[in-house]
């Protein structure tokens, strides 16, 4: 478990594959006084990710490594964390699948964002599925991670209506927006029960 002694932050690696919203909301969270975070690496394993432009605009070490080698890119990974003293990952729109075996190695949280009400709609497409299904209701969810896709214990949801002219593009914007108000919260929930 991480350990928020003596500055009482958070010392976190945010990890992205695409737009980065969400990782351009943390950097805002990080700087807000008091804030339990504090980003010292960003890792992406997309070289295009548009998101990468918000950690080198804010001078966040930034990291990409292809995957192509899972393994491979999973100990590189590991190594970095180590040496940076890493005690927190955030996933934020990372599109691979963590290992059991990085999971048993990185000594601390790790915490996804995802957009669905879990355990409803695990993986991908999750707007297109609940509004095939007729769903009142999706939302977004951040929870720890296991070595089950999308199955760690819940930290903290949001629920938000779905509206009959909704479709994936709307349900998926709207969603986001509740996605950046979530992940400040879980890490503040998770920072005052350390
Ligand atoms: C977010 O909606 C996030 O919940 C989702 O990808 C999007 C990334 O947006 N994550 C997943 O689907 C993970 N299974 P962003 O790059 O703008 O933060």
């Known amino acids: 478990m991480a350990r928020l002694i003596g500055n009482k932050k958070f010392e976190a690696a945010i990890f992205i594959s695409g737009t980065g919203s969400n990782l351009k909301n943390l950097i805002k969270f990080s700087r807000l006084k008091n804030s339990p975070l504090k980003i010292n690496l960003v890792i992406s394993n997309n070289k295009k990710a548009q998101g990468l432009v918000h950690s080198k605009k804010n001078k966040i070490k930034t990291k990409v490594f292809s995957f192509y080698n899972h393994k491979n890119s999973e100990n590189k990974i590991l190594n970095i964390l180590?040496?940076?003293?890493?005690?927190?990952?955030?996933?934020?729109?990372?599109?691979?699948?963590?290992?059991?075996?990085?999971?048993?190695?990185?000594?601390?949280?790790?915490?996804?964002?995802?957009?669905?009400?879990?355990?409803?709609?695990?993986?991908?497409?999750?707007?297109?599925?609940?509004?095939?299904?007729?769903?009142?209701?999706?939302?977004c969810t951040v929870h720890f991670v296991n070595s089950k896709l999308d199955s760690g214990k819940i930290i903290l949801q949001r629920k938000i209506k779905i509206y009959k002219n909704d479709n994936a593009k709307s349900l998926q914007k709207r969603i986001l927006k509740h996605e950046h108000i979530l992940y400040p919260k879980a890490i503040k929930k998770l920072a005052s029960n350390l």
């Not at 963590?98 to 695990?122: C, D, E, V």
Request: net charge positive; proline share 5%; aromatic share 8%.
């Open 82 to 139: 180590k040496k940076e003293e890493i005690n927190l990952i955030c996933l934020a729109g990372f599109m691979k699948i963590l290992s059991k075996n990085f999971i048993k190695n990185f000594r601390g949280p790790i915490l996804n964002i995802h957009p669905s009400l879990l355990p409803k709609y695990k993986g991908l497409n999750t707007h297109e599925k609940a509004i095939l299904n007729k769903e009142k209701f999706s939302g």
